[in-house]
């Protein structure tokens, strides 16, 4: 008997030391990561220059949107037609951080400040992104978008 609880204790502590050293291993990096950050990038500037092609070839199939204040969820046709309704003037993408969710998504969060003109009054906003990134094709697509205004 002392020798069956002697190997389960062997047993447990070889099960525990493994596990610890997996815990301790550190993350590796998403290798979507930088590329995802340009495309974000592409993202913005196709908005701010009014390419409703390029941007509509960035948004997945699928794609939902929510602005904060906002009265629902919007889809890829009502963010590609919101280019007529806001021009955006400026802005400033910082704080990426990049977290692979499989092997074929990722969840892209960072902070912005912009400004434009909406109905001809200036807007600006200080707004955490969440964003959902998916390979779809050869390429990768926004799924999601969050967006969330600071103080």
Same mark, same amino acid.
């Given at each position: 008997?002392?020798?069956? $609880?002697?190997?389960?204790?062997?047993?447990?502590?070889?099960?525990?030391?493994? &596990?610890? #050293?997996?815990?301790? #291993? +550190?993350?590796?990096?998403? +290798?979507?990561? +930088?590329?995802?950050?340009?495309?974000?990038?592409?993202?913005?500037?196709?908005?701010?220059?009014?390419?409703?092609?390029?941007?509509?070839?960035?948004?997945?199939?699928? $794609?939902?949107?929510?602005?904060? /204040?906002?009265?629902? %969820?919007?889809?890829?046709?009502?963010?590609?037609?919101?280019?007529?309704? %806001?021009?955006?003037?400026? !802005?400033?993408?910082?704080?990426?951080?990049?977290?692979?969710? /499989?092997?074929?998504?990722?969840?892209? &969060? !960072?902070?912005?400040?912009?400004?434009?003109? &909406?109905?001809? #009054?200036?807007?600006?906003?200080?707004?955490?992104? /969440?964003?959902?990134?998916?390979?779809?094709?050869?390429?990768?697509?926004?799924? !999601?978008? #969050?967006? &969330?205004?600071?103080?």
């Amino acid at each position: 008997m002392k020798m069956i $609880f002697s190997a389960v204790a062997c047993l447990l502590l070889s099960v525990s030391a493994a &596990t610890a #050293q997996e815990i301790q #291993q +550190p993350a590796k990096a998403s +290798p979507a990561a +930088p590329s995802l950050e340009a495309k974000v990038q592409k993202v913005w500037e196709a908005f701010k220059n009014k390419n409703k092609v390029s941007l509509g070839a960035s948004l997945a199939e699928g $794609f939902r949107e929510m602005e904060e /204040g906002g009265s629902g %969820f919007g889809d890829k046709k009502a963010e590609i037609a919101s280019v007529d309704e %806001f021009e955006l003037t400026s !802005y400033v993408l910082k704080d990426f951080k990049t977290k692979s969710l /499989g092997p074929h998504s990722a969840l892209v &969060t !960072y902070s912005a400040h912009y400004e434009g003109k &909406t109905a001809g #009054q200036l807007a600006k906003s200080d707004s955490i992104f /969440g964003e959902v990134w998916v390979h779809e094709g050869n390429d990768w697509k926004v799924l !999601y978008i #969050q967006e &969330t205004t600071v103080k």
